[in-house]
């Protein structure tokens, strides 16, 4: 919107003028060529008064020449649509420094077309350095950022795939053995050996294409996906590591279970997690007291809720409250990463998880995953 600025602007503009300390000027709307400057212009530039208004072209031919195309675009402009105008640029003072200007400006107008302007110009040079320095700490906080973020990525990718190739490594170790057996029995269980070895690289492989997508910003498919095989999936990776630490385990799920939503690798990798730390807390116990339940029912309209069940020691009180923080761990040697993950992809997910002690002894984690609905979204 355009309008004619006449002198009924003037107290607004005496007003402006007594609350800011700057220099106070006067200039022809057509050629920006000074005609009055204030005092303030000697002790913030250097230059004497009289170069000002004598010297043609004076404010133009001072305007710092990375600035001085687009201020002297932007001046002419709004000069044109008779706009007040508020702008930032820089000049260069008499001793040489670069000083930071901002200039207020009210056009004067006469007969309908721009004929004067007047502005006060306000030293914003250690506003201006605040600004930079700002900047810099923001910069240097936002590198900081990037490299806790690489390092939590490095230690989120050792401990996801520490599970895949540890089965691979236990499962070519007892392929090595039957080796030396020459009966179909071992024939067979090798076959099975290696089904599981091409499981696991594959798991791998989908690992690590999920933190390449994650860098890439690339959108992880959510779909449609049964609690059972979910589960079952599970159960085969870790068949070699609930035998070899002689776990006991049994099912407890809920028939018709409704479908769910989710990415398939990803929530796999939540319940793998929570059954791994789940034998490892029962490692000091009996083998005949190593037990493990997974459980699986639905919550409530909304969602399902899977749990691991242990019969180990329990979770200690005072590591409860940060039992989902990223480094903090209740293993020997744990990096303290894995239930970190676990909220991450739940919560990612759309659920919750939750951890407490059994009254009778051990422990139970849990987490929900929304239920998918007919139309194939999340139901709300």
């Not at 508020?86 to 400006?105: C, H, P």
Request: charged share 25%.
């Amino acid at each position: 919107m355009t309008s004619e600025h006449t002198t009924s602007d003037e107290p607004d503009y005496r007003a402006l003028l007594e609350s800011v300390h700057g220099i106070v000027w006067r200039a022809d709307a057509r050629t920006f060529q000074t005609t009055f400057v204030s005092k303030e212009a000697e002790e913030i530039l250097g230059y004497p008064l009289s170069a000002w208004t004598r010297v043609p072209g004076f404010w133009a031919a001072h305007i710092h020449p990375d600035d001085r195309e687009t201020a002297l675009a932007f001046t002419a402009r709004e000069t044109r649509e008779r706009r007040r105008h508020d702008f930032e640029y820089r000049m260069i003072a008499a001793d040489g420094r670069s000083v930071w200007l901002r200039n207020i400006v009210t056009v004067i107008s006469k007969d309908g077309e721009p004929a004067e302007l007047v502005g006060v110009t306000v030293d914003i040079t250690a506003r201006k350095q605040a600004e930079f320095e700002a900047d810099d700490l923001r910069r240097e906080l936002a590198r900081v950022a990037r490299a806790s973020t690489l390092g939590e990525m490095a230690a989120t990718l050792a401990h996801e795939l520490n599970q895949p190739l540890g089965a691979i490594v236990s499962n070519a170790e007892t392929a090595e053995r039957l080796l030396t057996r020459k009966d179909a029995a071992a024939r067979a269980e090798l076959g099975s050996i290696l089904g599981d070895i091409r499981r696991d690289g594959q798991r791998a492989g989908d690992i690590i294409h999920r933190i390449h997508a994650f860098l890439q910003r690339e959108t992880v498919a959510h779909g449609r996906l049964d609690v059972g095989p979910l589960i079952d999936g599970v159960l085969r990776t870790m068949s070699s590591l609930l035998t070899s630490r002689k776990v006991t385990w049994s099912l407890d799920v809920a028939p018709s279970l409704p479908p769910v939503t989710g990415d398939a690798v990803q929530l796999q990798e939540v319940l793998a997690n929570l059954v791994r730390n789940a034998v490892e807390a029962m490692a000091d116990s009996r083998p005949s007291e190593r037990t493990l339940i997974i459980r699986a029912a639905q919550r409530d309209t909304k969602r399902v809720e899977l749990s691991v069940v242990d019969n180990g020691p329990g979770i200690r009180a005072a590591i409860m409250p940060r039992l989902f923080e990223p480094f903090a761990t209740t293993k020997q040697g744990g990096i303290g990463m894995g239930l970190a993950i676990s909220r991450r992809i739940v919560q990612a997910h759309g659920g919750g998880i939750r951890a407490e002690n059994n009254p009778s002894g051990g422990a139970t984690v849990s987490f929900t995953i929304p239920l998918y609905d007919l139309v194939g979204t999340t139901t709300p």
